[in-house]
C-alpha cells in the first residue's frame, strides 16, 4: 500500500485515453472509488492501483490504449513498487476474451457496462476484504474547470457499417432526467459555468423510455428542462455529437428560443453523397442535407457548425471526393474533423470491396484537411472586431510572462481553439465581455471590455 498516503485503503492513479465520453467514466469510477475509502494518486509512483481508462474507436486507439498499459507496466517491473494495473473500457469491451493471455502484466479487465463494480475489482486486486459493503454513493463528479461534460446516453443503434462503437458500447440507451438533473445542478452549484451534454448519438435522447417516464422526453424538451433547473445562474448549455434526422423543428426551436442553449451544432454527417451514406449505413443525399444546413443557417443566423468527413470510405470514387469537398466549400463549416477510413475488425466496412489504398487515401485526407482549415481559420479571423462572452479557463506561460486562456460561446471547449486574453485580472469561471482583435490558425486574440 502506499508510503505517501496513510489513512486509505489505497491508492489510484487514473489514466483515461479518448474522448469526453471516456472522461466522464473515469471521473464516475474516481468518485466510487474515493467514496469507497481509496484515495486518488497524482504521480505513478505514489500509486497502488493504476487504472487506464481505454479507447478503441479507431486501430490507432486501440495501439495507443495497448501501449500506454504496456508503458505503466514496463514502469512497474522497474522501479514503481507493486503497482497493480486495471484496464478498463473500451479494449475490455470489444476484445475481452483474449486480453488475459496477451496482456498477462494486466491484474483485471473491466468492460464499460462493468465500470460501476470498479471498488469490488481493486479490493479484490489489493486483496481488501471488507466487513461490510461499500457505501454506493450519489456519485458527485470531480469538478476542475468551468467546464464540464454530462453524459445523457450511453451506446448507439445505428450500427454504421465502419463503426464499431455500438458492439463496444452496446445498444443506445438514455440516462433518466432525474439523474442527469442531479448531476448538472452539482456541477453547477460546485462553479462549473458550461455543461457539454454528450452521448453517442445525442439527437435520439429519450427514444427508448416508455410511457410511465415522466419528465422531458426528448432532446428539445431537455435542453429547455436543464436550463430551467440551472437558473438562475448563468451557464452555458451545449448539445454534441447529434446525426441529421436528430434536428427536429422542436430542437431547432428549443436551441433558438432558450438563451442558456448555444446556437452551435456538432452533426457529424461523415460525407454527402447518397450512395456513400447508404454504403455506411447511414440516410440521406446531399439535398437533404443541403436542405438542413439551409434551414439552420436561416432559423438561427449566425449558428456554428460542426461537422466530420471519413474519407476513403471504401468504394469512395474520386469524384464523390471531390463532391464532398465541394460540398464543405460551399456550406462553409466552421468546423470540421477529418477522419481517414480505418477498417476496424468485426464491422462490415471491413471486409467491403474497393478498400482505398494508403497512397490514395493519404492524397484524399490532406484535401480534406486543408480545405477544413482554411474554412475554420476563415471563421475564426470572421470573429475578428466583434465582441463576445468568454470563458475564462485558465493561465498559460508564455515566453512573454502568464496569459489568461479561455473559450467563446462558438467554440467547444477542447475541439475548437481558445481565446488569448490580454488581461490577468479576470478569474477562471469567469464569463467576461471580450472585443476579439487578432486571430491566428484556430485562436483568437482579444481584450476584456470593462
Ligand atoms: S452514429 Fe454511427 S458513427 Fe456514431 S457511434 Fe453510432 S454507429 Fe458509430
Known amino acids: 500500500m502506499s508510503e505517501n498516503i496513510t489513512d486509505s485503503l489505497g491508492a489510484i492513479y487514473f489514466i483515461t485515453l479518448g474522448c469526453a465520453k471516456n472522461e466522464v467514466d473515469t471521473d464516475r469510477m474516481r468518485s466510487l472509488l474515493l467514496s469507497a475509502g481509496y484515495e486518488e494518486a497524482y504521480d505513478v509512483e505514489d500509486a497502488d492501483v493504476a487504472i487506464v481508462n481505454t479507447c478503441s474507436f479507431l486501430a490507432s486507439a486501440t495501439e495507443e490504449s495497448v501501449e500506454a498499459t504496456l508503458a505503466l507496466a514496463e514502469e512497474a ?5 507493486n503497482l497493480k494495473i486495471v484496464m478498463c473500457g473500451c479494449v475490455p469491451s470489444r476484445y475481452g476474451e483474449d486480453l488475459p493471455s496477451e496482456l498477462p502484466e494486466v491484474a483485471a479487465f473491466v468492460r464499460t457496462d462493468e465500470e460501476d463494480g470498479i471498488v469490488a475489482v481493486v479490493d479484490r486486486v489489493l486483496g481488501c476484504e471488507r466487513v461490510e459493503a461499500p457505501l454506493v454513493p450519489q456519485v458527485k463528479r470531480t469538478v476542475e474547470s468551468a467546464v464540464a461534460y454530462v453524459k445523457i446516453s450511453d451506446g448507439c443503434d445505428r450500427f454504421c457499417s465502419f ?10 440507451h438514455s440516462r433518466p432526467w432525474e439523474e442527469i438533473k442531479a448531476e448538472v445542478c452539482d456541477l453547477v452549484a460546485a462553479g462549473v459555468r458550461e455543461i457539454v451534454l454528450i452521448g453517442q448519438d445525442t439527437g435520439i435522447w429519450g427514444e427508448d423510455f416508455d410511457e410511465s417516464v415522466s419528465g422531458p422526453g426528448n432532446l428539445a424538451q431537455l435542453l429547455v428542462a436543464v436550463a430551467h433547473a440551472v437558473r438562475p445562474e448563468r451557464v452555458w448549455l451545449r448539445v454534441l455529437y447529434l446525426q441529421p434526422e436528430g ?15 448555444l446556437p452551435y451544432i456538432d452533426i457529424p454527417i461523415q460525407h454527402c453523397s447518397a450512395r456513400v451514406l447508404k454504403a455506411m449505413n447511414r440516410s440521406g443525399s446531399e ?21 466530420t468527413y471519413l474519407v476513403a470510405f471504401p468504394g469512395e470514387t474520386y469524384e464523390e471526393h471531390e463532391q464532398m469537398l465541394a460540398f464543405m466549400d460551399r456550406t462553409g463549416f466552421d468546423y470540421t474533423s477529418v477522419f481517414a477510413f480505418s477498417p476496424e475488425e468485426g464491422t462490415r466496412a471491413e ?26 481559420f476563415a471563421a475564426t479571423a470572421a470573429h475578428v472586431g466583434e465582441r463576445a462572452e468568454v470563458i475564462v479557463d485558465g493561465i498559460e506561460e508564455t515566453d512573454e510572462g502568464v496569459e489568461l ?11 475548437d481553439g481558445a481565446v488569448h486574453l490580454d488581461a490577468t485580472e479576470a478569474t477562471v469561471g469567469d464569463i467576461v465581455e471580450v ?16
Do not use: N
Request: net charge negative; proline share 4%; aromatic share 8%.
Open 351 to 376: 471486409k467491403m470491396d474497393g478498400q482505398i489504398d494508403d497512397v490514395e487515401k493519404l492524397e484524399r485526407t490532406q484535401a480534406a484537411m486543408d480545405l477544413a482549415e482554411s474554412l475554420g
Open 247 to 261: 434536428m427536429t423543428d422542436e430542437l431547432i426551436a428549443a436551441i433558438r428560443d432558450t438563451p442558456e442553449v
Open 77 to 81: 517491473a522497474t522501479g514503481v513498487r
Open 163 to 172: 463503426c464499431a462503437i455500438p458492439y463496444i458500447r452496446g445498444r443506445y
Open 287 to 307: 439535398d437533404e442535407l443541403d436542405a438542413l444546413f439551409q434551414r439552420l443557417r436561416r432559423e438561427i443566423p449566425g449558428m456554428i457548425i460542426r461537422t
Open 405 to 415: 486562456i479561455g473559450h467563446a460561446w462558438f467554440q467547444a471547449p477542447d475541439s
Open 435 to 450: 472585443e476579439f482583435t487578432d486571430s491566428f490558425c484556430y485562436e483568437l486574440v482579444g481584450h476584456v471590455v470593462e
